[in-house]
């Protein structure tokens, strides 16, 4: 069984449309993120959520707005698609604890590859 | 502000050859240390993790990572590289109670047969 899952794995889609992609993750953990990849391969995390409740929210466009109908799922959503959202987005959780118990490893989904033409 | 840096960009090397690729970071307080792999087209992979205790980490597939906190670093080795492991490697850390973590930019390693 896949640990975090998201779909779809790849989206094209025209500018100006509002897409969604959905995340989930059985491994029982409290805290859930979005990072985003650019074409550069560099990494960032976008929105994190701990038992539903925001807890990071970097600079993004209003245009992206995650939500988390229960700890188990964190979605994102993308208003008025532009060509700059074109990027990996990846989905991620973890299980907030004491350093030296493993609470602070990452688990990553396979990413959703986002193409905005 | 917390940052990781990535000294390589891209490295190229032979089927054999000893890897290290460069990391360090900056970081108030208590900090985890991670290395993740990229597999062309795929998802983010852990290799190996430092939390606390002995500062040499042994991960997956060969790879180790070694702390040195006097320098800031976590360096990534492998004696003998393979074909298999061209990829992109990225360094990251966390700290305090979020566990979010911030990554360097990545060395893409590239490993001719």
């Known amino acids: 069984d896949t640990a975090v899952s998201q779909t779809p794995k790849y989206l094209v889609t025209q500018m100006g449309n509002d897409k969604s992609i959905k995340c989930e993750q059985n491994?029982?953990?409290?805290?859930m993120y979005w990072y985003k990849q650019d074409s550069k391969k560099f990494l960032k995390i976008m929105f994190s959520y701990n038992n539903k409740e925001l807890i990071i929210n970097e600079t993004v466009p209003n245009r992206f707005s995650p939500k988390s109908p229960d700890k188990a799922h964190l979605n994102l959503h993308i208003n008025s698609l532009e060509l700059g959202d074109s990027a990996v987005y990846f989905c991620a959780s973890s299980q907030n604890g004491r350093r030296g118990q493993g609470g602070h490893t990452i688990y990553f989904g396979e990413g959703s590859w986002l193409t905005v033409v | 502000a917390q940052s990781v840096s990535q000294h390589n960009h891209h490295v190229i090397l032979s089927e054999a050859a000893s890897l290290e690729l460069g990391c360090n970071y900056s970081y108030g307080g208590t900090v985890n240390l991670f290395w993740y792999v990229q597999y062309p087209g795929q998802h983010l992979q852990l290799l190996l993790k430092?939390?606390?205790?002995?500062?040499l980490v042994k991960g997956i597939k060969g790879f180790e990572a070694e702390f040195i906190k006097s320098k800031f670093s976590f360096n990534l080795r492998k004696p003998s590289v393979q074909w298999s492991d061209t990829a992109e490697y990225f360094c990251?850390?966390?700290?305090?109670?979020?566990?979010?973590?911030?990554f360097g930019k990545g060395t893409k390693l590239s490993v001719k047969p």
């Open positions: 491994l029982g953990h409290d805290t």
């Open positions: 430092y939390f606390s205790g002995d500062p």
């Open positions: 990251a850390a966390s700290g305090g109670s979020q566990g979010n973590l911030i």
